[in-house]
Structure formats: structure tokens, C-alpha cells
């Protein structure tokens, strides 16, 4: 099943398709119990990425009847609501408004963006929705460039037009306003995990209670797999195609933010598609990847991206402050090594 056509919510803000690089679905990982049970799945595209789907049937296979169809529709609905890359998309129109008087939203981009704005508060800075106008200027966003390195002058002058401060966001009352005409928002280090919880929640409300939902690597949790445990997530290692860890998830999500792919190349220097928003330049710490596990994915995907933008020191131990269970890996020299927070380590799979 597709999604659309070329309906996608940029993802080369920050985050990039983990479900074919970063972090691999297990679904057969682990001994089969007593207790088989039947697994129906769909797979498609959406957001310029992959999703894949796994339910546990239910007595009621009713439930089920065009299902692929309900779950297009609420994908379908997100982009509408979040791409870049629909001129008529709520946000687009946000973006392209230069008006400063509120403007009323839909619930669902209200609560994006208000997340948005905590976290951001809370990573003093280092996630930043409005960013888009940076992303675009170093050739990772919808704007197509010839040229990609910008000299300091445009990344100035960018940054002018750069901050969670130059908005307001009414959440109760579903509204928004520009300070700064010219600021641009770009959801899409945020918009997959809310496109994950957003399919996870219509499962729930229709009685299907056990699920595992991916969209783009960012992954949410419900239940037990087919062999009644916990769903088995892989983290891929950075270097093969091993995988560095497997986790064992059940209510849970987990998003994964890194720059394994990524990037371009300019006169032998590597230029990551993360942007620092203090900066407005592409980061150059050594942090490769960072898993983040939470109890949804909106928050899991936007924090592992906050985190991603601090590096291994900083990022660390805003986690710790935070006490969120946090996976990283960390290029050292020609290895990579791993860095992890105690609050992660109970959801490693134990070897039987």
C-alpha cells in the first residue's frame, strides 16, 4: 500500500530513515513460547519514508477489514497537516504567511508545536523547530540549492530568522503567531513520532491493543509479539550489518536520531545533515547515533534529536537530568563505542 504520491514530511532535518539503517524491527528474535499467535501486517510508504505495521489479530477479525485503508487516512491526514512539502499543508501555509496576527491551527499541529516549544526550553535551545530557514540554506530541506556551503554572512543573516522566541503558541486555544514574519518551521523532527502515536492511538480506539508501529525507524509499542513477549527492537551497529544492541519493548517507544547517511561531502569534508540552531552550522561532535526510549514517540523522537544536537558530553547529561533511558554511540577514532544511561540498560534483551 502507498501513502499518497510524493506526499512526504521532510526527513533530512535531523533525522533520516533508520528503518533500513539505524534501528531494524525483530519480530521472530527469541525462543517461540507455548503460545502462538497470529500476526497480520502491512507495510507502505509515507512521510518520504517507510512504515511497517504489526498487529496481533483479535478474536474479532472484523476489526481488520480495510484496515490498510483507516491507517492511510490518519497517515494521510498528518502530512496534510505537518509536510514541508504540500504547499497547502497547514503548516505550509504558516510558513508561508508573513502575517504577525494569530492564526487558528488544528489541535493536532497545537500539540506538536507546543512540545515542541518545552523541549526546546528544556534543551536550552538546542531543538528548534524553526530551524527550516537553516536546513533549506545548507541543502537539506524541500529548497533544492546548486551551491551547498553557505558562507557567514547568509548563515548570519539566517539566523535572524532562527528561534522558538520569534513565536507563540496558544495550545489551549489552538492558535499561533509570528513575532518575526519571516520564521519557518519544519516539523519533521517531531512529525514521524507524532504520525506513530497518531496510528498506535486509532489502533487502540478500534480494540487492537497489541501493535508494534514504525514509521521511518521511530517506533511505538503495545503489548506482546506473536510469541506473547516483548517486542524485539535491533540497533543497528554503525560500521556492519550486525546489530550494536536488542531491546526488548512493550508500551513503550523508541526513536532514533544519528547522521550514518545523512551528509554530503565538499573537499573531503563531511557535512552532517544536523544543524546546530545556536550556530546555523552542521554539528562536528562525534556522537553517531542516540536511541531515546519514552512512553510516546512525539516526545521520544523530538528529544532524541535535542540530544543529538548536544553530542555525547552535553546530551549525556541532560538525560541523566531528565532521567530518560538513552542509547548512544560514539565514533572514537576509527571505532565507535557505546554510552548508555542506567535508565536504558533494563530494556537490553537478556541472553537466554
Not at 508494534?212 to 556492519?240: D, L, Q, Y
Request: hydrophobic share 35%; proline share 3%.
Amino acid at each position: 500500500m502507498k501513502i499518497g504520491n510524493g506526499i512526504k514530511i521532510s526527513n533530512n532535518y535531523i533525522k533520516l530513515n533508520f528503518f533500513t539503517s539505524i534501528l531494524l524491527l525483530l519480530s521472530f528474535i527469541g525462543c517461540s513460547s507455548l503460545i502462538q499467535r497470529n500476526l497480520y501486517s502491512l507495510a507502505g510508504t509515507t512521510m518520504g519514508t517507510t512504515y511497517s505495521l504489526k498487529v496481533i489479530e483479535p478474536e474479532n477479525s472484523k476489526k481488520l477489514i480495510k484496515l490498510d485503508k483507516k491507517i492511510d487516512s490518519v497517515l494521510v491526514d498528518v502530512n496534510n497537516k505537518m509536510s514541508t512539502y504540500i504547499p497547502t499543508s497547514e503548516l505550509s501555509l504558516f510558513n508561508q504567511s508573513t502575517s504577525t496576527d494569530w492564526l487558528k491551527i488544528s489541535g493536532d499541529l497545537a500539540q506538536v508545536i507546543n512540545t515542541s516549544k518545552r523541549i526546546s526550553e528544556e534543551s536550552n535551545g538546542s531543538f528548534d523547530i524553526t530551524v527550516g530557514p537553516l536546513v533549506n540554506l545548507w541543502g537539506f530541506g524541500p529548497t533544492k540549492k546548486d551551491s551547498l556551503i553557505p558562507n557567514q554572512k547568509m548563515i548570519d543573516e539566517t539566523l535572524q530568522n532562527v528561534g522558538m522566541d520569534k513565536m507563540i503558541i496558544d495550545f489551549e486555544g489552538m492558535r499561533i503567531k509570528k513575532n518575526n514574519p519571516n520564521i519557518y518551521c519544519d516539523l519533521s523532527a517531531i512529525a514521524k513520532g507524532f504520525g506513530v502515536d497518531k496510528v498506535g492511538l486509532f489502533l487502540e480506539s478500534i480494540g487492537l491493543d497489541e501493535y508494534m508501529i514504525e514509521i521511518g525507524g521511530e517506533v511505538r509499542t503495545k503489548g506482546k509479539n506473536k510469541n506473547n513477549e516483548n517486542w524485539k527492537i535491533g540497533i543497528s551497529a554503525p560500521a556492519t550489518n550486525g546489530l550494536q544492541k536488542v531491546l526488548e519493548i512493550s508500551n513503550y517507544a523508541v526513536a532514533t536520531s544519528g547522521d550514518y547517511f545523512n551528509y554530503f561531502e565538499e573537499n573531503g569534508i563531511r557535512f552532517s545533515h544536523t544543524i546546530d540552531p545556536k550556530t546555523g552550522k552542521p554539528i562536528t561532535h562525534k556522537l553517531a547515533s542516540v536511541t531515546v526510549i519514552y512512553k510516546d514517540c512525539e516526545n521520544a523522537d523530538a528529544y532524541a534529536t535535542a540530544i543529538d544536537v548536544l553530542g555525547p558530553e552535553a546530551g549525556y547529561e541532560f538525560a541523566l537530568t531528565l532521567k530518560l533511558p538513552v542509547f548512544m554511540i560514539v565514533r572514537d577514532n576509527n571505532e565507535f563505542i557505546e554510552k548508555m544511561t542506567p535508565q536504558f540498560e533494563e530494556f537490553i534483551r537478556k541472553e537466554n
